[in-house]
């Protein structure tokens, strides 16, 4: 076959991919007719992706790019696996999303039950925690925690996780500040996992059930979960070896693992088509649909930019600029909000010009030592300059 032919049919199964997604995907839009598949698009984001997998960055990975309620790229590259050998990465792959975790269940979930009127954000966490006021943390609110303000150390020592849930649980709550609330940004796994537990005592239910039938099902997110089931599994990218066995399906970061999977700060498990329906709910100002998760003034509150101490801003739950945004790019707008995940994801969201891109990768696979977060900024940055004149006339 020569290239012009490899050329077409790799045009011809984008565009199916595409046309299937209009329906699978569940934007609320009509599919994408093929000639206004963006192929300038598709050939530079594939560049970017097969160089950076030439110089072992990632094994492979999937972009999931949405616009005025279209997708308008959807495409997976290079391998899911390498080791022992290698397998294809698919659109469907199952990912484990690391800190995407924290805005898309925890943050979520918190904002749900602020609507509620179960929860304010200027709560004091020991309001509903009282064991966790232990050491002056008495006056560290939910809004602290979910900015990364309330003074907590980053992460806690592994050996504080190896005696149990419940007695790691009596150990974060036992922990010092190393810094006022509200005096400095310290990106805290700790904090979100005190978010993640107040969920867990407002509602009585593990923050499992509750993001899931509250976040996840409302939005048919139907392969989005954490402790993913054997049919998810048999699709999951693995990381790198645990104990010597290949980490598939199973969460990698090691706290969260010692928790039973679930935990505020990671353990989620995702497809990008999965990720679309949640991204296109945030650009649609909380609803989906006729779904609505949050309604126009909690989605406000919680996308609304916070100068942190010092320098950077974020959202409730959200990066927004800070030393952390790497993998956002530079071109998107002051209203963009999203998150990166240590194991190689990130999705950014844009509500001024109507745009989302979703990055997954498992980077980790399979020796612990990629790296993507340039990658995926790229991309974002290769999206912009790519759209059409149509849709940027639309920003």
């Known amino acids: 076959m020569g290239l012009y032919s490899i050329h077409v049919m790799r045009l011809l199964f984008f565009t199916i ?15 994408i007719p093929a000639s206004e598949v963006n192929t300038s698009l598709a050939g530079a984001i594939r560049e970017a992706v097969e160089a950076a997998i030439e110089e072992e960055k990632l094994p492979g990975c999937v972009v999931l790019v949405g616009a005025q309620g279209n997708v308008i790229h959807r495409e997976a590259y290079g391998n899911r696996r390498i080791e022992p050998q290698p397998e294809q990465m698919t ?9 995407l975790t924290k805005p898309i269940a925890t943050a979520t979930s918190v904002m749900v039950l602020i609507e509620q009127g179960k929860l304010r954000v200027d709560d004091p966490a020991a ?41 790691a649980i009596e150990n974060i709550y036992a922990l010092k500040p190393v810094a006022p609330p509200g005096d400095r940004f310290i990106y805290s796994d700790v904090g979100f996992i005190v978010l993640g537990l107040v969920v867990e005592k407002i509602t009585g239910h593990p923050l499992d059930e509750f993001a899931r039938e509250n976040v996840f099902e409302p939005l048919a997110m139907n392969e989005t979960t954490f402790r993913p089931s054997e049919a998810l599994r048999k699709r999951a990218a693995p990381a790198d ?4 066995e290949w980490l598939v399906g199973e969460v990698h970061d090691p706290r969260a693992a010692r928790l039973g999977g679930v935990a505020g700060h990671a353990g989620v498990f995702s497809t990008a088509d999965d990720l679309a329906k949640y991204a296109q709910a945030m650009l649609d100002r909380g609803r989906r ?48 909000f999203g998150h990166g995940g240590f194991t190689g994801t990130s999705l950014w969201m844009d509500p001024e010009k109507d745009l989302f891109v979703i990055f997954l990768s498992n980077r980790l696979h399979p020796d612990g030592k990629g790296s993507v977060n340039p990658l995926a900024g790229g991309i974002a940055d290769i999206v912009d300059e790519q759209r059409s004149p149509a849709e940027r006339s639309r920003d």
Do not use: C
């Not at 991919?17 to 599919?31: E, K, Q, R, W, Y």
């Not at 659109?91 to 999303?97: E, I, N, P, Q, Y």
């Not at 949050?294 to 100068?307: A, K, N, V």
């Open 17 to 31: 991919g595409l046309i299937v997604l209009g329906d699978s995907a569940g934007l609320g839009a009509p599919p």
């Open 127 to 167: 309001k509903h925690l009282p064991e966790f006021s232990a050491n002056d943390k008495d006056t560290i609110t939910i809004e602290h925690l979910l900015l990364h303000t309330g003074g907590l150390i980053a992460d806690n020592p592994l050996a504080d996780y190896e005696d149990g849930r419940d007695q």
């Open 289 to 336: 649909a006729d779904r609505r998760l949050l309604s126009e003034e909690t989605w406000q509150q919680m996308t609304r930019p916070r100068d942190l101490p010092g320098r950077g801003r974020r959202g409730l739950g959200w990066d927004i600029q800070t030393g952390y945004s790497t993998n956002r790019g530079g071109k998107l707008s002051t209203a963009a």
């Open 91 to 99: 659109a469907d792959t199952v990912f484990d999303l690391a800190s």
């Open 241 to 244: 070896k645990r104990n010597g």
